[in-house]
């Protein structure tokens, strides 16, 4: 073999191995890269998923807020004219059933005492959300009666001093579902909220 051809060898073999190193740091780079965008990936849908946070140790997953009222269209509604106004059971049943409360009857009661306050919700422990969700259909000044009943159905007696309810887009807007945050955590046995009109 002549030094020509001698020369000629090295110089492929040169190529040839500056070609595989060529290979090789491609292939390193493209593993590192691919390995860090993952890893980024990662920790990123970990915080997202509240695993850990960014910057901190992990925190406890939020609890879902307990609803304190119910959808109209699942409350069961009594209404009762506890005044000698004619008439008025029925305008105000007329109203809750525009805004998809479920009127079960309409009637005139005497009291044996008259109302002190507007109107006066009564219901049992299986109707709270209930009572709370149609109270907050009329006026600040509501009374709230729990009257140990079984049922779910709620009675509106409507006072001497009736005068109206409150407008229906701020009626409807006052029994809006509060909204979960995103991951929260519905507990398991949620308290019973005591209803109240606010």
Same mark, same amino acid.
């Given at each position: 073999m002549?030094?020509?051809d001698v020369d000629q060898s090295k110089i492929v073999r040169s190529r040839e191995q500056l070609s595989r190193d060529r290979r090789r740091r491609q292939t390193y780079t493209f593993v590192s890269v691919f390995a860090l965008v993952s890893l980024i990936g990662l920790v990123a849908f970990g915080n997202w998923q509240q695993w850990w946070t960014i910057g901190g140790s992990a925190q406890a997953a939020t609890t879902c807020p307990?609803?304190?009222v119910t959808e109209p269209r699942f409350t069961n509604?009594?209404?009762i004219n506890g005044t000698d106004r004619k008439?008025?059971?029925? &305008? @105000?049943?007329?109203?809750?059933?525009k805004r998809q409360f479920k009127v079960l009857t309409i009637a005139t009661g005497v009291e044996d005492k008259a109302l002190t306050t507007a109107v006066e919700v009564r219901y049992g422990e299986a109707g709270a959300l209930a009572a709370r969700t149609v109270s907050l259909q009329f006026p600040a000044k509501v009374k709230m009666v729990n009257d140990k009943r079984d049922d779910? &159905? @709620?009675d509106v007696?409507?006072?001497a001093k009736y005068k109206a309810m409150v407008a229906a887009p701020k009626g409807l807007a006052a029994i809006?579902?509060?909204?979960d945050p995103r991951g929260c955590v519905h507990p398991t046995t949620p308290p019973a909220p005591t209803?109240?009109?606010s």
């Amino acid at each position: 073999m002549s030094p020509a051809d001698v020369d000629q060898s090295k110089i492929v073999r040169s190529r040839e191995q500056l070609s595989r190193d060529r290979r090789r740091r491609q292939t390193y780079t493209f593993v590192s890269v691919f390995a860090l965008v993952s890893l980024i990936g990662l920790v990123a849908f970990g915080n997202w998923q509240q695993w850990w946070t960014i910057g901190g140790s992990a925190q406890a997953a939020t609890t879902c807020p307990v609803q304190t009222v119910t959808e109209p269209r699942f409350t069961n509604v009594n209404v009762i004219n506890g005044t000698d106004r004619k008439g008025l059971a029925a &305008a @105000v049943a007329k109203e809750l059933q525009k805004r998809q409360f479920k009127v079960l009857t309409i009637a005139t009661g005497v009291e044996d005492k008259a109302l002190t306050t507007a109107v006066e919700v009564r219901y049992g422990e299986a109707g709270a959300l209930a009572a709370r969700t149609v109270s907050l259909q009329f006026p600040a000044k509501v009374k709230m009666v729990n009257d140990k009943r079984d049922d779910e &159905a @709620v009675d509106v007696v409507i006072g001497a001093k009736y005068k109206a309810m409150v407008a229906a887009p701020k009626g409807l807007a006052a029994i809006k579902p509060k909204e979960d945050p995103r991951g929260c955590v519905h507990p398991t046995t949620p308290p019973a909220p005591t209803p109240s009109a606010s």
